[in-house]
Each structure stands twice: as C-alpha cells, then as structure tokens.
C-alpha cells in the first residue's frame, strides 16, 4: 500500500517547534509558532475560561451527540460577537467547526462545491497553510499583491489595482485583521475601498478571522469584515477561538455564510453540513461550551474582555518596546515599523541568512521568512533582542 508514497512535506512552522524545544541553550528566545505567551512565557488558560469550565462541570448531564452543526448557543454568540446585528440574520447561517483551520476547510470545500472553476487569490504572502489548503480543495490559486517590502506596510495601491482586475469567477481570501505573517493591516478607509472593490468586481470574499481582538480591539478589528460583508451579496467568514479565547487546543471555530436569501442561506447551510458528515461528522463541544458560557453571561464575558485587552495590550507594549530598543541602539527608524503593526507578528524582512544566524548564534528563533511572534519577546531581554537583530543587519 504505502509503497506508493513519498513523505509529504512538514508544516515549517509547527516543525521549528519542535526544533526549539530540543535546543539546550538557556537563553534561548521562542518568537516562533503563533501561540500567545504571558510575561512568565507561558500560554494561560484565561481566568474567564477556568471559570466557565468550572460551571460546565458542576452542570454538564450529558455528553451524547451535540449534532452536526454542533452548539447552538455558540454559533449564535459568535454572529453576534462577528456581526454585531449589521448582517440580517435570516441570510446568515453558521456550523461550528474544529477550529479556523475546520472552518476554512469545509468553507473552501462548499466554494468548490458551488464554483469549482473559479480561481482562489491569496495575498502575497500569507500563512503558509492557506495555499496548500486551497489546493487540497481543489482550486487553482493565485496571489494579490499586499505587503511593501521596504515601508512594511500594506502596498495598498497594488492590491488594490490587483483586486478591482478580478470578477465572479474569482475568491479572495482576506484576513479580517492582523494579519498573518505581516502585521500589516488595512485601516478603516482602505477596508471601505476594498469592499467598494468588491461590489464592482463581483469577485467573492473568503475572510479568515483567526484573531478577532488582538489588534486593535473586538471592534475595531471586526471592521473590515463588517465592511466587506455588507457590501456584497454573499460571502463567508472563517472565526478561530484558538487565540482569542487561548483555546487552542480544543479546536473551537465557526463557518460562517452570509447568502443572497433566506433559500440561497439553507441550501448553502444543508452543503456545509454534508460535509461535515462525511468528513469528521460532529465538532467538539468542549471549546464551544466555554465560549457560548462566557459570551452568554454579563460578568464573565467582561471578564473576558478585560483579558483579551491585557494580552493586546501586551502585545503593543512589546512592540513599542522593540522598536524604540532599535532605535536607540542604531539610530535609525528603519524598525518603527513594528510598533505600527498589529495582532502577534511582524515580518521583519531579514535575508534568510540573518534568520538562521539569529538561530545558531543567539538562540533566537523565527520563521524562515523572518516572521516574528511578538508575544514571545521577553520583556526583560528586549536590549538583547535588539543587538541580535541589529547584529545581523550590519
Ligand atoms: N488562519 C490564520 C491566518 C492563522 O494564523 C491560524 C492560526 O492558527 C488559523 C487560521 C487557524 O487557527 P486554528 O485552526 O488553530 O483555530
Ligand atoms: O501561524 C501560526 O504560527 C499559527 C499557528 O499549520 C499555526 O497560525 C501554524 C501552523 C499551522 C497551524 C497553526
């Protein structure tokens, strides 16, 4: 059987992982795999969380099958929490899904399902899982242009030129916020520019929301996606609870359709759920239950924002931090840049040498295509960050 194989090729980013955990080196810095870290570098349950699995226990009657679209209570708190009430209900259907990977796997299938000619377009670059994703469902896949390697940030004009070419036939994949590897973020205007794009072109929005709140806030970073979605027709949205919730490994997320009407809605629903029954049939409930109990009640799910903003927060401390360290230490704005991204990374546009240098020789490990995790930065080891970083560049 097997003999008709080859190895397929490792996830690079879950591999440096693996690759840092072996590494002796006591100084060693992990700005590696998107994982939040506290200061003490390490990854929380959040308070909100452990007190909603708390009641969970103390309530739970039973464990027999949630259903194919799995918890319905979760699936209404996070219309609400994606749309607030600017997208009709009635034109809106959502499954829960095994986290945003799930979502974006069955939400890719049904696009193929309804248009398996059209082409699907990424943004150059993205996360690394997208493009092989978007072929496994069977698209041909293509690239928009989207980061200014020289200012870092966003080439707004070219992406734009490149989306207002696009039609029907086309997806694009957009993520909502914070994007992923860049840090490079669209602001409100250029989000309303995208979506005016859109409705000219009729081209079709695939949004991955994968980290709702750690930008800006939970509504500032639902802009664009609200932008978008009530622009056009139809479109569908890929939400991850991994990050904003810290429960990553529960696999919670949800497939979100927004259709032309109500019919359009149900027979789009009615595919999701075929797929999801003849794939891994029903999502876990766990994470769901945790994000409907939290979303559901007034104090934990202020206590859930309270959290949410001490680790955004965090994050935008530590880039400031990073950035002015550099300044100080060269002189240059060149680095300004990473207090002006948003959400966990930044693409530091370091040669491919520089990143393996910072590897061997400091212990500082990132992404091949020198991506960094600024929640892995440890607070008190920014000057030395900083000399390692400037090191490489001289
Ligand atoms: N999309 C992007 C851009 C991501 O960075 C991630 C990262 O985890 C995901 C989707 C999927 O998240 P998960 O499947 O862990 O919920
Ligand atoms: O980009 C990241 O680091 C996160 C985590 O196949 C991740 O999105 C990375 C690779 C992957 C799944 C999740």
């Known amino acids: 059987m097997f003999e008709t194989l080859t190895k397929a090729p490792a996830d690079k980013i879950l591999a440096l992982m693996g690759e840092f955990a072996a590494d002796p080196r006591k100084e060693k810095i992990d700005l ?5 870290k506290d200061e003490a570098g390490i990854t929380p349950i959040m308070t909100s969380v452990a007190k909603a699995e708390q009641r969970m226990n103390a309530s ?3 464990k027999t099958y949630v259903g194919i679209s799995g918890n319905k209570g979760f699936n209404a708190a996070v219309r609400e929490l994606v749309f607030a009430d600017t997208v009709p209900a009635g034109r809106t259907r959502i499954m829960q899904a095994p986290g945003g990977t799930g979502a974006l796997a069955v939400l890719m299938e049904l696009l193929y ?3 398996p000619g059209a082409t699907l377009w990424l943004s150059n670059p993205t996360w690394p899982n997208h493009a092989p994703m978007a072929k496994h469902a069977g698209f041909k896949v293509d690239s928009y242009p989207y980061f200014d390697t020289k200012t870092r940030a966003v080439d707004f004009p070219a992406m734009l030129a ?3 070419k696009l039609g029907p036939n086309d997806i694009v994949l957009l993520h909502g916020c914070c994007h992923n590897p860049t840090g490079a973020n669209l602001t409100n205007e250029q989000w309303d520019q995208v979506a005016a794009s859109f409705k000219r072109t009729g081209a079709f929005p695939l949004i991955d929301l994968a980290y709702l709140g750690f930008g800006d806030g939970l509504e500032a970073d639902g802009y ?7 622009a056009v027709p139809e479109s569908v949205v890929a939400f991850s ?3 904003n919730f ?4 529960e696999r919670v997320g949800a497939a979100i359709v927004v259709a032309r009407d109500e019919a359009q809605a149900d027979i789009a629903n009615s595919q999701l759920m075929n797929i999801a029954r003849v794939t891994y049939s029903q999502p876990p409930d766990h994470g769901a239950e945790i994000i409907r109990t939290i979303l559901e009640d007034k104090d934990l799910r202020a206590e859930w924002e309270t959290e949410l903003a001490t680790m955004r927060n965090r994050m935008i401390r530590l880039r400031e931090k990073l950035s002015e360290a550099i300044k100080a230490k060269s002189n240059s704005a060149d680095f300004d840049f990473i207090a002006a991204h ?3 990374f930044s693409l530091l546009g370091l040669p491919g040498e520089a990143v393996e240098n910072l590897k061997t020789g400091s212990g500082v490990y990132m992404i091949g295509d020198s991506r960094i995790n600024v929640a892995g930065i440890p607070e008190d080891r920014v000057g030395d960050l900083a000399d390692a970083i400037l090191a490489t560049i001289k």
């Open 60 to 62: 739970a009657k039973t």
């Open 32 to 36: 590696g795999v998107g994982v939040y």
């Open 342 to 344: 948003r959400g966990m």
């Open 162 to 164: 490149a989306l207002d």
């Open 241 to 243: 609870g991994s990050k």
């Open 246 to 249: 810290g429960l990553y490994r």
């Open 113 to 115: 399902r309804a248009k």
């Open 224 to 230: 664009g996606t609200r932008a978008v979605v009530n």
